[in-house]
T-cell receptor, first 113, second 115 residues
Framework: GESVGLHLPTLSVQEGDNSIINCAYS??????FIWYKQESGKGPQFIID?????DKRQGQRVTVLLNKTVKHLSLQIAATQPGDSAVYFC????????????FGTGTLLAVQP | GAGVSQSPSNKVTEKGKDVELRCDPI?????LYWYRQSLGQGLEFLIY????????KSGLPSDRFSAERTGGSVSTLTIQRTQQEDSAVYLC?????????????FGPGTRLTVL
């Protein structure tokens, strides 16, 4: 039968608040990082990316911060909206010739109206 | 333009049967990836094709899994002698795969259920 529960970390926020989703990555040689959003029944959707030679990048309502010292990545969403409710995954590209991505386990963002 | 498409969207099969899952990447994308996502989990890399280079098969979980990409476009993931633990959503992605820019565009996935 099915697993009981998703066992995903969950972040619950009020509509209009700012959200911060955190991710610890595994490989100090990773040179590229991406945040994806996945809504129920759909494939992951690109949100924002950052290269390892940067520590901050901003998009529309989203900001990604990279701390290579502690191998930590965060996604900040400003003025969170109900449409932001989804599972958010960070992904890292290991250094070298490969372009495969290694994904984290995901965080469920629940926006309360 | 059209995004990545996958077929079928759902597949139910019996243990021991073979299945084929299809992926049509975005036109012009030279790189194609297969991932597996189990219930409530992140994506697990399976295999990666880049142009005419030998594919990176390092993520395939067993020799029952194989994939091919014909003419540098459509890809088929084949699972032989399916087992219940193969039940998952199989996601395909494609990208331009230039050196640093690696935005992967994902299809909607194929949900495989092995009874």
């Amino acid at each position: 039968g099915e697993s009981v529960g998703l066992h995903l970390p969950t972040l619950s926020v009020q509509e209009g608040d700012n959200s911060i989703i955190n991710c610890a990555y595994s490989n100090s040689a990773s040179d590229y990082f991406i945040w994806y959003k996945q809504e129920s029944g759909k494939g992951p959707q690109f949100i924002i990316d950052i290269r390892s030679n940067m520590d901050k990048r901003q998009g529309q309502r989203v900001t990604v911060l990279l701390n290579k010292t502690v191998k930590h990545l965060s996604l900040q969403i400003a003025a969170t909206q109900p449409g932001d409710s989804a599972v958010y995954f960070c992904a890292e590209k290991p250094g070298g010739a490969t372009n495969k991505l290694i994904f984290g386990t995901g965080t469920l963002l629940a926006v309360q109206p | 333009g059209a995004g990545v498409s996958q077929s079928p969207s759902n597949k139910v099969t019996e243990k021991g049967k073979d299945v084929e899952l299809r992926c049509d990447p975005i036109s012009g994308h030279t790189a194609l990836y297969w991932y597996r996502q189990s219930l409530g989990q992140g994506l697990e890399f399976l295999i990666y094709f880049q142009g005419n280079s030998a594919p990176d098969k390092s993520g395939l979980p067993s020799d029952r899994f194989s994939a091919e990409r014909t003419g540098g476009s459509v890809s088929t993931l084949t699972i032989q002698r399916t087992q219940q633990e193969d039940s998952a959503v199989y996601l395909c992605a494609s990208s331009l795969a230039t050196e640093l820019y690696n935005e992967q565009f994902f299809g909607p996935g194929t949900r495989l259920t092995v009874l």
